[in-house]
């Protein structure tokens, strides 16, 4: 199995969020583990730890309902996880 999938596949987890295989077979798409909303698509070429720090750079994203699906689940597990950084985010992008 290939490391860097898995390790993409992981991080997005937390988010609730699961790949699917694309027509492409470097890039995967981004749907919602609750809604199944699509919700773009990211690519395989990333280096080892980067997936979970990209994703922790669009931490404030998720937790504002600036990226996600539109039924607020990813802003959900943005609570859950850092609740005091969430509600930071909220008050300053919205
Ligand atoms: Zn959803």
Redesign the pocket.
């Given at each position: 199995m290939n490391e860097i999938l898995d390790e993409i596949r992981d991080a997005y987890a937390l988010w609730g969020i699961e790949l699917i295989v694309a027509t492409y077979g470097t890039y995967y798409r981004l749907r919602?583990g609750?809604?199944g909303?699509l919700l773009g698509c990211v690519g395989d070429r990333l280096l080892p730890a980067m997936a979970k720090a990209m994703l922790n750079t669009q931490f404030d994203l998720y937790a504002a309902g600036l990226m996600g699906?539109k039924?607020g689940?990813q802003a959900e597990r943005a609570r859950a996880m850092d609740p005091v950084r969430a509600e930071a985010a909220i008050t300053n992008l919205s």
């Open positions: 919602c609750r809604c909303s699906c039924f689940y």
